[in-house]
């Protein structure tokens, strides 16, 4: 393969040239001043260069390592983060300002674990002439029950789940606090009383009580609140709503969220799924899934460590191949080593690492994170694109020292100072040309405001930087030294032994692209017509596609193949009946205090029909909203029509109130006619401060559990800063319904807000923030796209002597391959997310390295006809594409087909895969038949 790359072409090397160069100079005689002046800048700055650093190779080698190591300081601060928050949203976003207010007025969300029980082998069974689902089995109720019990009773140290749950009750019950936490399951229906499973008529009996009204005081769980039907039962019918043929059990364990317990919980959740992977291997009759906060990025971090030896794996095969294939092929073995360049390969390799840990060091030092985004990708990237100018300057080398022996020349040490001169007067106009394009694109990439996007940017700017600066230094002084051992006639890795120097053959890709591909694509007018109207159909068919591009990244995908949460995720979308819970928040605009039962926010008392209370009423009924789950838990609402209408819960002795769970001895129920606003405010803290009673004796109705934290009183406690009203979402089985849903709820505070000038009001949910970047990431790809594409634009029309005619054919190919990739995207199946954003970005930077050297070897190109010089364009250029960039990503990215992470599969493989088929089918075939048509036809 190495002569692919290095072979010579037969009509140059026979000519009567010193070194066989491009003599650029007589190329341009025609040209104005200006335009000579300009091309012939960047030859002469390459012999330059390449002349100062043979004469001071210690010095330059030195000061390269300083510099790599000082950038490599950074690494004392470097750090990886998984958090989605911050790696999805911009510091300043709408969603992360909503996290903070949030979470600063009414509290971090308690964090949650869940079991879910079906059995294995549906069935049946008869009870009191009721035919209800096997779920309800006496045995299926008592596993369930044991194992609940037995998770509950996990021990961190001497830490238990008592001391880790959420306890709604807070501060108002310190009696009985094992009995506060708020576990979720259909035995708080049976008061947690394993003994009635005993009685299949009576516990059946209760069962089907609560499940119809979970509200009723006999139904309410320890903890004073209702485990409502549709958080402990699933895979009923949504529309008969017939609870007893639900198929689902559904355990919920509350833990706190507070950052104290973070660690203890952390490690509970830890012992719980070892306990319940345990189970799943036992209990052969049941089909048991579970989940945890903790369990999804749990799990990406064991496919990625799973995924270790197939990244590593695929990352040394580049470098073999790199290794392997960079000398030129040779029939005898000791031709082979001679012609070989497998150290030299391999310190290529070495500047490319150093290049990315350079620039993780850089960033570091900044205080950015890294993600994994930029440790998987980044390296390749920087060898995909960095590695292709090894071979152009070995290619350089090679056909000048093939020339000369096919002259018979004598080679000694006295001639490596002008090959290497030479040999950079050609190839260095062409590397800024590509390398500054790249570097351009990519910083202009860092001006997205995903911070995702922003760090991956950031790295492959300067990780390209350094890796360019490396080759023209540290690689030029390893090219010299390889140089004088083959001049020496001294053997690839056996420098002690030595051999003849002959004239190496050409490689298969070489070969085949001079003797086939280029006389084929040539032959006629038609073979290139058919070519230009197959690629021209091709482009408009993805742009066609393009709109159909499906935005999201299903959490199934980032999982490994063996995860336990497939089958809980499975569960979750084909049997919940009831999406994630969301909140309605309002406050003042102006940061002043409101009054809550302003006709604006409440709007029962005096009907309004664009208070926020029935407006969520009203659109939680429309089909325009089907996600959102209407008015699910307004304190207002529980206050006015519920607690404070039940003649058992108001009572009062003066200002003190009278809990009906105390004894109310010298109290009386509380007055309710003309209500002052003081005496009004004063109910509504009672409201929720009081505990309900689940005996049927008393106030069932109070708020402490379930509204307690809903309204934040201001300092005269006759007004709110703020409030919040519940409600849910649908079920949310795909990131698309996921995305839909933040939409319509946004849009519902969006209604909210224009009819109300008092209140501020935004939705909220946990979710929110790792779902904004889809209202902007289509807006971001094509800034994103757009800029880079101009930006390399500009940049080649600069490099190229102000050639708009060469410029736009590296525009136009860098565009094919870019709406190609997108529209290739809808058919191969996969969404756009900030990953294969990034991934479009890195399409944009493999396309100019493979379009910018075609287009300058045209530019440079000796040839007379527009034909002629892009045939010879593509033999001079192509095989160091093929045999260079192609081929070496290719073989790293076919091991990534083997990882267990779908996210490994369909982002890195298909898609590298596919941007690589795509750039090399541009680069090789369309391009040099676009330029032999349509390219400049003087010299």
């Known amino acids: 393969h190495s002569a692919d790359v290095n072979g010579a072409d037969e009509r140059l090397l026979n000519e009567n040239t010193d070194n066989c160069e491009y003599e650029v100079e007589s190329l341009i005689k025609d040209r104005d001043p200006f335009y000579r002046c300009w091309l012939n800048l960047g030859p002469r700055l390459g012999q330059a260069w390449s002349d100062f650093i043979y004469d001071y190779p210690i010095k330059v080698l030195f000061i390269c390592l300083l510099l790599a190591g000082l950038c490599c300081t950074g690494w004392y601060n470097f750090r990886i983060t998984t958090d989605p928050v911050e790696l999805w949203t911009a510091e300043n976003s709408v969603s992360r300002q909503h996290k903070y207010d949030y979470d600063g007025l009414f509290g971090t969300s308690y964090r949650t674990c869940q079991l879910v029980v079906k059995q294995r082998t549906p069935s049946t069974f008869e009870v009191d002439d009721r035919v209800v689902n096997g779920v309800f089995k006496p045995d299926v109720l008592r596993e369930v029950y044991d194992m609940m019990t037995s998770i509950e009773s996990i021990k961190v140290g001497e830490v238990q789940y008592s001391d880790l749950c959420y306890k709604p009750l807070g501060e108002f019950n310190k009696t009985h606090p094992s009995e506060d936490c708020a576990t979720l399951s259909i035995f708080q229906w049976l008061d947690n009383d394993r003994k009635l499973l005993e009685q299949a008529g009576s516990y059946m009996d209760r069962i089907e009580l609560c499940s119809e009204a979970s509200a009723l005081p006999q139904c309410l769980a320890s903890f004073r609140g209702p485990s409502s039907t549709h958080y402990v039962l699933g895979g009923y019918d949504a529309d008969k709503l017939n609870y007893m043929d639900a198929s689902t059990l559904m355990v919920t364990f509350a833990l706190d969220g507070s950052e104290d317990k973070v660690d203890d919980i952390l490690k509970w959740e830890t012992k719980m799924k070892e306990y319940l992977l345990q189970q799943i291997e036992e209990r052969t009759e049941l089909s048991i899934a579970f989940s945890s906060d903790r369990a999804l990025e749990d799990e990406i ?76 990708v980044i390296p390749f990237l920087i060898l995909a694109v960095g590695v292709d100018n090894v071979y152009i300057m070995v290619q350089g080398v090679q056909r000048i020292v093939n020339g000369k022996i096919r002259r018979g020349e004598t080679l000694n040490r006295g001639v490596v100072r002008g090959i290497i001169s030479s040999m950079m007067k050609d190839v260095f106009p062409a590397m800024i040309l590509s390398s500054l394009c790249q570097m351009v694109a990519f910083a202009l990439g860092s001006l997205s405001f995903m911070p995702s996007v922003q760090n991956f940017a950031y790295n492959a700017t300067i990780a390209l930087l350094v890796n360019f600066l490396l080759q023209s230094t540290l690689f030029l002084i390893l090219l010299r030294v390889d140089l004088m051992r083959m001049v020496e006639k001294r053997l690839d890795m056996l420098c002690c032994v030595k051999a003849k120097l002959r004239k190496p053959s050409r490689g298969p890709s070489r070969w085949f692209i001079e003797d086939y591909l280029s006389k084929f694509l040539f032959a006629n007018k038609w073979i290139s017509a058919v070519v230009l109207i197959f690629f021209a159909c091709f482009t408009s068919a993805n742009l066609v596609l393009i709109p159909y591009l499906k935005l999201g990244l299903e959490p199934t995908m980032a999982l490994p193949t063996d995860s336990y949460l497939l089958k809980y995720y499975d569960i979750v979308y084909t049997d919940y009946r009831i999406g994630p819970g969301m909140n309605f928040v309002f406050k003042s605009r102006n940061g002043s205090e409101l009054d809550i039962y302003d006709n604006r926010i409440y709007g029962e008392l005096i009907s309004n029909p664009d208070s926020l209370l029935k407006t969520m009423k009203k659109y939680g009924q429309s089909p325009e909203f089907e996600f959102i789950k209407g008015d699910g838990g307004s304190f207002m609402t529980a206050f006015s029509d ?243 960039i192609a081929m070496t990503n290719f073989v790293g990215v076919v091991v990534l087909a083997a990882a267990k992470s779908q996210l490994f599969v369909v982002f890195y493989f298909r898609m590298f895969f596919t941007i690589n088929c795509l750039c090399v089918a541009h680069a090789v075939f369309f391009l040099p038949v676009f330029l032999g048509f349509l390219g400049e036809n003087s010299k």
Request: proline share 2%.
């Open 642 to 884: 519920g607690w404070l209408d039940t003649s058992s819960c108001c009572w009062n002795s003066g200002d003190r109130f009278c809990s009906s769970i105390h004894e109310r001895e010298g109290c009386r129920i509380c007055g309710k006619r003309n209500m002052s606003k003081e005496t009004k405010y004063k109910y509504l803290q009672w409201f929720i401060s009081d505990i309900p009673r689940t005996d049927g004796s008393g106030c069932s109705k109070g708020g402490a559990v379930s509204y307690s934290n809903n309204a934040v009183f201001g300092p005269s406690n006759t007004s709110v800063v703020a409030g919040r009203f519940t409600s849910s979402h649908g079920v949310l089985s795909s990131s698309s319904y996921f995305i839909t849903a933040r939409q319509q709820a946004l849009k519902l505070a969006e209604e909210v807000n224009a009819n109300n000038e008092l209140i501020e009001v935004y939705a909220y949910s946990g979710f929110y923030p790792y779902y904004e970047q889809y209202d902007t990431i289509v807006r971001e790809l094509a800034v994103n796209l757009v800029i880079t594409i101009l930006a390399t634009f500009l940049v080649a029309t600069l490099l190229l002597g102000f050639n708009l005619h060469a410029s736009l054919c590296v525009m136009l190919t860098v565009t094919m391959c870019a709406v190609d990739m997108m529209g290739s995207m809808v058919y191969l199946d996969i969404p756009l997310n900030a990953l294969s954003l990034v991934n479009l970005l890195l399409s944009v930077g493999i396309a100019v390295e493979f379009s910018a050297n075609i287009v300058q070897s045209f530019t440079v190109s000796k040839e007379g006809g527009r034909l002629d010089k892009a045939q010879d364009a593509l033999v001079r250029t192509g095989p160091a594409i093929v045999s260079g």
């Open 301 to 376: 971090d064991r496919a990625s460590h799973a995924d270790i030896f197939t990244i590593i794996l695929s990352y040394i095969l580049m470098f073999v191949y790199v290794g392997a294939t960079l000398g030129d092929f040779h029939s005898s073995v000791s031709g082979c080593f001679l012609h070989s360049k497998v150290l030299l390969g391999v310190g290529g390799v070495v500047i490319v690492l150093i290049s990315v840990v350079s620039a993780l060091g850089v960033t570091s030092f900044a205080g950015l994170p890294s993600t994994l985004i930029v440790i998987e």
